[in-house]
């Protein structure tokens, strides 16, 4: 470092006027890129470095010195002592404040990372769970103040735990005060939404896009009282950004870096896909997209280098990988792992999963899945049709297959899921529901418990961030109630929602209960995770178990190989005699603490799975 001591007004961080200098480069050439020859491209670039440059001067030392470690250890989120869980900080704790009265059991179960859903400042009645954001400078007065969430923050990282909370900048809810001032005809704000008088482009626009909450509204477009259609991609109340115009994107990267400097690590950003849009286009995963998220990061490494964006992109899979780069999104939702572990489980046949991990799983250097078995969100079956195709699967047949078990429609599902948009133009839908519901618990199926955790045991050892919804450590349940909350009846994703278990977590060491069997299980697999480096990083090899209910994949280790076999089936199950001839002689299972040969084929229980390390 050169530059540094030399720099005009040097903010005073040590390696600050470099970055300033290179990523500041870096950020002037996508908005080149993006803006071409925009009248206000200049000024927005100056605007851009400018508000990077008092951010930082404004960032507290604590946090400077955070940025410096996470600059030393660009790769700490590869460890296998990284486990994510997620909530929302009102059915969880009741608010801010009771969620740091809840670090003591986040520190119990390991947790190193914790998303809070949306809490900002939101409309009243349905705010779409937070995702309709009033002001990202408030929160919501029921949950607490930013202050508050800078609080929770700081005494996360005291116990070691990194605070995520999302960038909700896809749109901003419809009484935003940017929305209400482009409502009310200022066209400055006017142009920060894609608004239009008459139906022409629209029109056009809609031709080519997807709807997204068909039970919300057809289209993508909105019609405000006055006759103007707004974009609304998602709720009629939630507003599309209009990225075309650059001083949004100055106005959002101020947004971002208000959010880091209360103590956020990780930043969710949300639906990614949609933030550029395009005539004749799906206005989905387009170039423009990956460019505005690469010139946030550059803007992000200026002033808060110790912040990374996870990318939440529940698309096509060759479209969700797109945008993990280190320079884009360093960590995004592995959608397909999600959506395939599901599927494995409903037909007892591990194939598509198989093929996913062997042929999609693969990650560039220095980014990372987050690996979650369920989120706040309803089941969307992402596969590729033409993996699919591939193993002589009818996609769309599938998917109706795949809906019907999880809804229980299907004869024999132990499954009580909810259907989620059901689109009668396109037949497409999803589900909602909590895993354990989902998985046979709420059924009374006798396989459930051993289903959830073998599900979360792929979420552990596949590699990548595991992420659980807390809650599921425990088995809870659907929550019906939830449907009769003011504002919450048409989304059947509320059904998945749960408020705080307290009976279940209060169970959690009582091994007679389904909780503390759940719990006690899952603790055992997340502590076997912290103590095997074999679970660090990404790199996993597949292996043929030659039995289609059998997955296995070796974790390489640098030498020390970790084997993973799980059984989907309701049934033992044999694997092929010759399958692991690769791997001879003795190995102990850590989750049994048994000692398994493989040699002549290798047995494994219904729903079994093998933690395999050498003896
Ligand atoms: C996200 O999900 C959030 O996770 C949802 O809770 C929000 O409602 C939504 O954005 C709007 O803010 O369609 O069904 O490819 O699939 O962003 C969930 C991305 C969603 C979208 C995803 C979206």
Redesign the pocket.
Known sequence: MTSGESGIGSSGGDDFEERFRSEGDRLARLLGRIYGDHPALAGSLEAALRLARTSWEERSPDLKELDRRRLEHPDWFLSNDMLGGFCYADLYAGGMAGLRERIPYFRELGLTYLHVMPPFKVPEGNS??G??VSSYRELNPRLGTITDLRLLGEALRASGISLAV?F?F??TASDHEWARRAAAGDPVYRDYYWMFDTRELPDAFEATTRE??PDDHPGSFVQLDDGTWVWA???SF?WDLNYANPAVFVAMAGEMLFLANQGVEVLRM?????IWKQLGTSS?NLPQAHLLLQAFNAVCRIAAPAMLFLS????HPDDVVGYVRPDECQLSYNPLQMALTWEALATRDVRLLHHALAERHRLPDGTAWVNYVR????I?WTFADEDAVRLGIDPSGHRRFLNDYYTGRFEGSFSRGVA??FNPKTGDS?VSGATASLLGLESGDAGAIDRILLAYSLALSTGGIPLLFLGDEVGQLNDYGQLEVEGRSGDS?WVGRPNYPARLYSERNDPSTDAGKVYSRMRRLIQLRKENSQFAGGELRTIDSGNSRILAFERPGGGKPLLVLANVGDYPEQAADRAFADFPGAWTDLISRRSRTLGDGVALAAHEVLWLVRA
């Open positions: 779409d769970g995702y309709a999302d909700v896809n749109h997204i909450f991609s998602f709720h939630q949300d639906a990614v896909p949609f989905e939440e992109a529940i698309v989120s706040h969100d309803d969307g989620f948009q999803r994703r």
